[in-house]
């Protein structure tokens, strides 16, 4: 597995001079879990000085669906979504599942690809809203920004149909800023876990883990 992302995870953390460095990588399709996508989050092990290993955990796809999800002012027709710089779907689509959740984006990438307007200018660093045509080809109004984290950028959309958004596009906007706070809150949570972790492996006895991948 030194070609995945697993290895990569490990590497990156290996390399790390910081004994409180976090190393995050994006989800690639990983053949121990039957080729669907898998992201992973590690960190150096160190007892004092000394380095022990490194740790490394796949990242859970519900937490960020949980956040997702959330409903509040998007009605029947809205949803909010993460995309990817390859514009593959980091989040299950409310709306559209069969085709638009994360396995099934990357597993049929022309079907399941959201490449529109609004993601290409939130993966550039545009924050805005406006009305345009989603991937679905239905007229939406959206509002969209940048999701920055451990190197990575995500583009959040939340978006809903025009004729069922026109007296509500404030509080689309107001939907997709608590999903982005929610899921800095979380990833920054992953961050000070770590950091309480290492605290309290002074009181653990932490067994030697192998040096490569």
């Not at 859970?60 to 593959?88: F, K, Q, Y």
Request: charged share 25%.
């Amino acid at each position: 597995y030194a070609r995945t992302n697993f290895a990569e995870a490990f590497r990156m953390a290996n390399a790390g001079v910081d004994k409180d460095g976090v190393f995050l990588v994006d989800y690639k399709p990983y053949t121990p879990s039957y080729e669907d996508p898998e992201s992973f989050i590690a960190s150096p092990i160190y007892d004092g000085e000394e380095k022990l290993g490194v740790a490394v955990f796949q990242m859970s796809i519900e937490h960020l669906n949980d956040i997702m999800g959330l409903r509040a002012g998007l009605g029947e027709t809205g949803e909010t979504i993460l995309v990817g710089p390859d514009h593959l779907m980091r989040s299950d689509s409310y709306l559209n599942a069969d085709t638009h959740s994360v396995v099934a984006s990357f597993k049929d990438p022309a079907i399941g690809m959201v490449d529109t307007d609004a993601t290409r200018a939130a993966l550039a660093g545009t924050t805005a809203s406006e009305e345009i045509v989603d991937y679905e080809e239905n007229e939406v109004l959206v509002a969209y920004t940048p999701v920055q984290v451990q190197g990575l950028t995500w583009a959040l959309v939340a978006k809903k149909n025009t004729e069922e958004a026109l007296s509500g596009i404030t509080t689309m906007v107001q939907a997709s800023a608590d999903a982005k706070r929610m899921l800095l809150l979380w990833l920054a949570g992953l961050s000070l876990d770590r950091k309480s972790t290492r605290l309290n492996s002074s009181h653990t006895d932490i067994s030697r883990m192998p040096s490569s991948a």
